[in-house]
């Protein structure tokens, strides 16, 4: 496995500019998901995606957040009009759905800073 | 509502002694939990998980004991080593093993692990 890997590391941006983040999943994996973590606190579910298709999203993802999994390969989480709220580590996972005992494999995750 | 506990934010232990990790619940539906290991700067990395089903598992150095009637589990690490110094994640989903991504992660417990 090369891992998943995320872009960017670190994004510092004022607040109501808008910011864009990549996952690249392990290579077989089919499913992808995001995260969000914020100081003190664990990983929160945000989306996730099976193949293209986006099968869930949390309360958590307002109408500011959008995700697409366009080929069901690499995917894009894309936050309009940040706020001072959205500052947090978000963290993409990939997994092989079907597996027993599925386990996701985290990316090193997108710092974000928001001022 | 924190579904998932861990009250213990942090945790200090001499390398070679037992290290025991605690984790919390209050959701009955959850089947299946994890543990997750965090380094700063890196995504969680997958550690041990059980199964309802199970009280017990280990994994090497690992064990994950679950006690159900108390909706409470812990994890053991013996012996201890410097290199397990990380922040520990529980988490669970009701997924059965088998649909694992809307994992409900605790706050984490910090593990320091002194030579």
């Known amino acids: 496995d090369t891992g998943v890997s995320q872009d960017p590391r670190h994004k510092i941006t004022k607040r109501g500019q808008n910011v864009t983040f990549r996952c690249d999943p392990i290579?077989?994996?089919?499913?992808l998901y995001w995260y969000r973590q914020t100081l003190g606190q664990g990983p929160e579910f945000l989306t996730y995606f099976q193949n293209e298709a986006q099968l869930e999203k949390s309360r958590l993802l307002s109408d500011r957040f959008s995700a697409e999994r366009p080929k069901g390969s690499f995917s894009t989480l894309e936050i309009q009009r940040t706020e001072q709220g959205d500052s947090a580590m978000y963290l993409c996972?990939?997994?092989?759905?079907?597996?027993?005992?599925?386990?996701?494999?985290f990316g090193s995750g997108t710092q974000l800073s928001v001022l | 509502d924190q579904q998932v506990k861990q009250n213990s934010p942090s945790l200090s232990v001499q390398e070679g002694r037992i290290s025991i990790l605690n984790c919390d619940y209050t959701n009955s539906m959850f089947d299946y939990f994890l543990w997750y290991k965090k380094y700063p700067a890196e995504g969680p990395t997958f550690l041990i998980s059980i199964s309802s089903i199970k009280d017990k598992n280990e994994d090497g150095r690992f064990t994950v004991f679950l006690n159900k009637s108390a909706k409470h589990l812990s994890l053991h690490i013996v012996p201890s080593q410097p290199g397990d110094s990380a922040v520990y994640f529980c988490?669970?989903?009701?997924?059965?093993?088998?649909?694992?991504?809307?994992?409900?992660f605790g706050k984490g417990t910090l593990l320091t692990v002194n030579p």
């Open positions: 996972a990939s997994s092989r759905a079907g597996r027993h005992n599925e386990k996701l494999f």
């Open positions: 290579s077989e994996h089919n499913r």
């Open positions: 988490a669970a989903s009701t997924g059965g093993g088998g649909s694992n991504y809307k994992l409900t």
